[in-house]
């Protein structure tokens, strides 16, 4: 099978593939509910019921035809955020019911593409790409202005927040390699958490925020490429006791997005065919 859902089990280690595909699917989001799963595949948007036997079903997103592994869903389960090309041609974020429906725009600024939901419901953060630099936004979720959170040169990527709303993390080439960085949702306070050999993309920190998980490329990668050696990993909240849960063929599409399970027993990821 070209693709794989995989649910890891924190306490044990235990690994249960739960849909295989032979088209690409990426991304998987956990329901705040605990029931489903989301993911993304072929510019479409898809839900798996985690009842056994369940298929994919297809979510009416509109017009929005083009979508990216990019989206997520709200703390109370109500709305679905994607991450859409079709209507500008550049990646916009929306918001939609989650049961489905005519997307409403959540960005005025293009390219802009979802990675985080603060815990309260109330912000969006994403990256933006503006006149060349890729930083970290914030957004209210009933509208406004953009808060840009990061600045000062390189890459900045992935923002996810703590359950607790405190920090941001994110990951970032600022420092000279693509490592794991924290911030407040102010801008403020901002710290490097990791400064090792790997390419680390991606931190999703756990719903009691006792760890985050992350992914790492093998040393002198570029971006985040799909079909590569990668490992997912463990790091504590401050930055320590840093271990490998996973080694696998994946990354572009194993875990953009949240995906841990609403108790942070578990989290979800793509794992790909090897050629």
Not at 250 to 263: K, R
Request: proline share 7%; glycine share 12%; aromatic share 10%.
């Amino acid at each position: 099978m070209r693709s794989e859902l995989v649910i890891y089990e924190l306490a044990t280690g235990a690994e249960r593939c739960i849909h295989a595909s032979e088209a690409l699917i990426e991304a998987p989001n956990w329901s705040p509910c605990g029931s489903f799963i989301l993911f993304n595949g072929g510019g479409l948007l898809y839900r798996l019921d985690l009842a056994e036997g369940a298929e994919p079903l297809l979510i009416d997103t509109g017009f929005a035809r083009n979508c990216n592994n990019d989206h997520g869903i709200s703390p109370d389960g109500t709305t679905i955020v994607i991450s859409d090309s079709t209507e500008s041609g550049k990646s916009c974020v929306y918001l939609l019911p989650v049961g489905g429906g005519a997307p409403r725009r959540a960005t005025l600024e293009v390219p802009s593409w979802w990675h985080g939901w603060s815990p309260d419901g109330r912000s969006l953060a994403y990256v933006g790409a503006r006149d060349g630099a890729f930083d970290i936004y914030s957004v209210p979720v009933d509208g406004g202005d953009e808060m840009r959170l990061t600045d000062g040169g390189g890459h900045h990527d992935g923002p996810d927040y703590t359950p607790d709303g405190a920090w941001l993390w994110f990951n970032s080439d600022r420092g000279g390699t693509m490592q794991l960085w924290r911030v407040r949702p102010d801008g403020t306070d901002l710290r490097q958490m990791t400064d090792d050999e790997r390419v680390n993309w991606f931190p999703h920190p756990s719903p009691d925020g006792a760890v985050v998980l992350y992914l790492a490329y093998e040393q002198d990668v570029t971006g985040h490429p799909r079909d590569r050696e990668v490992e997912l990993r463990l790091i504590d909240p401050e930055g320590g006791d840093k271990r490998t849960l996973v080694s696998l063929f994946g990354g572009q599409g194993s875990i953009n997005v949240p995906c841990w399970s609403p108790d942070g027993r578990s989290f979800a990821y793509m794992r790909y065919a090897r050629a």
